[in-house]
């Protein structure tokens, strides 16, 4: 892909032989500010579910993005490259990925009936262009890069750009001899993200966060804070820490409040109170002090079976730490008949007296507490006075979701919690894929040893949607000029006034010629359309060029506040090469 091919060329640009469909509408079925302009503003355009075609619009944004991304990737020292869409599901199947990754894994067979998949990452094809070539220590450390498709079976793809099942992405794949090493480029990585962001004009954090179906060990997501995000972000208020909700840990919880107190572990008749609230008021205490039974059903490989997590009372669970404390592919709740029929009484469960065929974990802000509450595990009973001891330490697990108000366990200021997207992922798989696949090299003392890897994305087409959610009013998209289409808008209010049309041409072949990427709207339109079409398509500017030029006086038009400001015609052009700089 050669973005910079014909740069000469694409700067010259009048509307009139442009293609920008917009429409004043957006199909129903978008609700967020970036899938509704993108779509009106004539970015891009739906050709199935979760599948967009790029108009000339939108592949401007998209290239810029681009360039950004690899500038800094090659800056850093990796080397571009560029994989097959196509894996060969040898390859998954090596790395046991196959079976495990889930139904996102679009899989299918040639009419040779080989199997293949649709690469929604590429672990595993990176891993085998190194695999018996990279033989020795001496040729490490080694990071490779692509920018290219990606396939992502979404069940419900939605939000446009930001859920959608194919996707351009940048993802990138070190190989080192150490695990020292791997941590040294796992750190360069970081900085060049953070550059890759500052460049184009985001504003993100750099949390901690959750190795999901990658794998590995480090793991940081990178997250433009937006209101419509997805994601929940835990900050300090203070610190620098920072991390996905997922992940996110706190330092331990405190009450204040009068513990309940009893001699000795006694089973207390507590008719039909089944709930932590019911539970609290019945015996007069907070529920700091009770413990809160959440039982899922956990679906593995081979089998489903039920899986208690028990946390505070004043506690919620987060589904990422309990699916990851009992390594289960998913969890889902469990009805109450599935409860009865596996022994468990509904509102009364608790880890004493319980079936020894039923797997609990704890939360570890739990361990060694004394003087809880929990339930009996008999219809209408709870137990008052238990200590959580003499349980096997593999019980105790995080798993309880950090919320806004929790203090930070590094200094212990308030934390706080906000909406971000997702932008890019770094992770330290270490050698599980290079293990798996058995690729490996010689160390210095001449034995064989696995890659140590690391796996480093960004959703370079996720961005266009993402600088949008950033930042947009109602009538539509604000660009930052790093990434616009165009930097100016040159708007002829009246065709048929032949100093404006005169002044307009000579403005744009002057700017055009300095470098600048401006549009020229020559269209035979009113000038209500094209307003509105700067408005929607967010140009950084426009100039407007109307009645006041008789008086050598033109309206300058910043896209972010629409803020309006008189230009004398004869300092314009200077006035605009420092504003488009």
Not at 305 to 314: A, D, E, K, N, T
Not at 389 to 407: I, P, S, W
Not at 433 to 453: H, I, P, Q, R, V
């Amino acid at each position: 892909m050669n973005i910079n091919a014909n740069m000469q060329w694409r700067i010259k640009m009048k509307f009139s032989n442009f293609y920008a469909p917009s429409a004043k509408q957006a199909p129903k079925d978008a609700t967020l500010a970036s899938h509704i302009f993108l779509l009106r503003g004539g970015f891009i355009e739906q050709c199935g579910s979760g599948l967009y075609n790029f108009l000339p619009l939108g592949k401007r944004v998209l290239d810029k993005i681009y360039n950004v991304v690899k500038e800094e990737m090659d800056k850093a020292g990796s080397l571009q490259t560029d994989l097959s869409f196509v894996t060969p599901a040898t390859l998954w199947k090596e790395s046991k990925r196959y079976e495990n990754f889930g139904k996102e894994l679009l899989r299918f067979k040639d009419r040779k009936e080989n199997d293949f998949v649709l690469g929604p990452t590429h672990e595993e094809a990176m891993l085998s262009i190194v695999k018996n070539k990279i033989t020795s220590y001496k040729q490490l450390p080694l990071n490779l890069y692509q920018i290219g498709l990606k396939f992502r079976d979404e069940a419900r793809p939605r939000f446009g750009l930001l859920r959608c099942r194919e996707f351009l992405m940048k993802d990138a794949y070190s190989f080192h001899s150490s695990k020292e090493d791997l941590d040294r480029e796992f750190e360069l990585m970081d900085k060049t993200y953070r550059a890759i962001f500052t460049r184009l004009g985001l504003n993100f954090r750099v949390v901690d966060a959750d190795s999901g179906a990658i794998g590995g060990s480090g793991s940081k997501e990178f997250m433009v804070l937006a209101k419509s995000g997805e994601d929940d972000i835990i900050t300090c208020e203070k610190c620098s820490y920072a991390a996905n909700v997922e992940v996110a840990t706190r330092a331990k919880k405190v009450c204040d409040k009068d513990r309940p107190e009893a001699d000795y572990a006694a089973k207390f008749y507590t008719p039909d109170v089944k709930t932590i609230k019911g539970v609290a008021d019945f015996f007069k205490v907070d529920e700091f002090y009770t413990i809160k039974a959440v039982v899922k059903k956990a679906i593995y490989e081979k089998k489903e079976s039920l899986v208690l997590f028990l946390i505070r009372g004043c506690d919620d669970l987060q589904e990422k730490k309990a699916l990851n404390a009992c390594k289960a592919l998913e969890l889902v709740d469990a009805s109450e008949e599935e409860l009865i029929n596996a022994g468990l009484t509904p509102g009364f469960i608790g880890f004493i007296n319980l079936k020894e065929d039923i797997e609990f974990y704890v939360d570890k802000e739990l361990k060694n507490e004394s003087q809880m509450i929990m339930g009996a595990n008999e219809k209408d009973y709870h137990l008052v006075g238990i200590s959580v001891v003499n349980l096997n330490e593999e019980r105790f697990k995080d798993l309880v979701a950090v919320k806004e108000g929790d203090c930070c366990e590094k200094c212990g200021a308030k934390l706080r919690q906000s909406k971000g997207i997702e932008v890019g992922h770094i992770f330290k798989l270490g050698q599980k894929y290079s293990s798996a696949m058995n690729a490996t090299f010689l160390d210095e003392n001449g034995k064989a040893n696995a890659f140590y890897m690391g796996c480093y994305g960004i959703g370079v087409s996720r961005l266009v949607a993402v600088a949008i959610e950033a930042q947009h009013d109602e009538k539509g998209c604000i660009w930052d000029k790093k990434i616009a289409p165009f930097l100016c808008d040159i708007i002829i209010s009246n065709l048929k006034d032949e100093r404006a049309v005169s002044f307009a041409n000579e403005l744009y072949e002057g700017l055009k010629n300095e470098g600048f990427e401006v549009l020229l709207d020559d269209r035979d339109e009113r000038f209500g359309v094209k307003i509105n079409d700067f408005e929607l398509m967010g140009f950084p500017y426009a100039v407007v060029l109307g009645k006041g030029l008789e008086n050598d006086e033109v309206e300058l038009i910043e896209r972010k506040g629409l803020n309006k400001s008189i230009v004398k015609s004869t300092e314009l052009f200077e006035f605009l090469k420092d504003k488009l700089v």
